[in-house]
């Protein structure tokens, strides 16, 4: 699977942002999908993810109750909604996809990446 993440840009700290992740080939509802992020100096990190079947969301607990994760089959498109942006959010956002059954956090068990999108909060 192919996929494509879009949506990043400078927000102010408390506003919002929508990133889109789109499979240009495969289906998603047969992957595990999830939203990773790495700030300038850190490693990746776990910000959410959606079960194979979408049965089930995750999300890490830096962003739980800010960010929701949905996923759209018919479009082959998972979104995250970002609100009250801070700015320890900044980071390049990547979508990832695994076809294993288990959601895990951790980028090595995600086999495909699409580009990263860069989000900036900032005053």
């Known amino acids: 699977v192919q996929l494509q993440a879009s949506g990043g840009g400078l927000v102010q700290p408390g506003g919002s942002l929508i990133l889109s992740c789109t499979a240009s080939?495969?289906?998603?509802?047969?992957?595990?999908v999830g939203w990773f992020r790495q700030a300038p100096g850190k490693e990746r990190e776990f910000v959410a993810a959606?079960?194979?079947?979408?049965?089930?969301?995750y999300y890490a607990d830096s962003v739980k109750g800010r960010f929701t994760i949905t996923r759209d089959n018919a479009k082959n498109t998972v979104t995250l909604q970002m609100n009250n942006l801070k700015p320890e959010d900044t980071a390049v956002y990547s979508c990832a996809a695994d076809r294993g059954v288990v959601v895990h956090s951790f980028p090595a068990a995600y086999e495909y990446w699409g580009q990263g999108t860069l989000v900036t909060v900032s005053s």
């Open positions: 959606f079960s194979r079947r979408g049965t089930g969301t």
């Open positions: 080939e495969g289906t998603f509802s047969n992957y595990v």
